[in-house]
């Protein structure tokens, strides 16, 4: 099978009904009154699809299906802290530190050989920082766009990915968009039952129910940011011309739909406000892709998969 075929079978269309199935489940638990369980499953429908996908696309279990599977653990356990603690700038201190370090012990086989502690560190510290930053994201724009940002950046990301020599790696990040657009389509049923009482003063976060709820947006962050970089790491066997800041700035793209909340586009019609910031995202990730492979003159490029280890290798129809 076609390299970019299997990716888009067993990296798209095998995780879509997943997906659907499990955000459809949010939205029957928040129409029951009940949105930590409807965030949970927001959760769900990005973790689980994740690993079945890239199980599939590899064929076989191996030591980068085993990673990402720690990743995409690391990153539900996040989006599960989350939802149970209450919304405090101590939780969000939780939320990084158990980031950063779940995802670096995860990862310490593969970074333990840089000798720079910033690049050993680099994707634990860097999905917290992105999980920090989404979540106050989601927040201040509750609704679909932060999804739809995310979806964008998670392209841009698999490009890099695959780009680096790494198809398998970079089709495993593709159920996170497909993903997004289902939690996207059932935002709008995302509504918690209207509390009968009309007196009552207790008031939810925002996205807590009424939206797409932060976690899972934090919950793709691991897996997302991590494989890119650790992408990067391995392809110095193979050599590069560009430095990790330009591979991660496609997972850091999301980033830029908070211009949707500076004016004068705050002023704006929401849809508006929110097709402009997902369009630079999308800019800001394929231009970095772009840009990527337009540094890539490596003289090894035809055979990108001659110096990597085995386990990175593509498997044999």
Sequence with gaps: MNDLVRIAVYGIAVPLPIATALAWGAVHFAKRGLPCISALFQVLAITIPMPIAFLLINGTPSEAWERLAFLTAVGAIAGIIVVALPHRIWRDIVVFLVTAALVTLALWPAVQPESSWLLRLAPGLGSSVLALVLIRIAVRLPGI????????AAIGSGLAVVLM??????GAIAPIGASMLMLALANRWLKPKQDPNPNSNETQMPAIGATIHPAPLVAATPPVVSTVAIAWMYMKVTGTNYNLWLPLLASFAVVAVSVSCLPPLSKAKPALRGTVAVVLVFII????????ASRDTDSDADDPYSDLPDFMSYPID
Excluded: C, F, K, R
Excluded at 145 to 152: D, G, S, V
């Design 165 to 170: 020599g790494q198809p398998p790696m970079g």
């Design 285 to 292: 990730s394929l231009g970095a892709v772009g840009l990527m």
């Design 145 to 152: 766009t932060p999804a739809l940002a995310l979806w964008a």
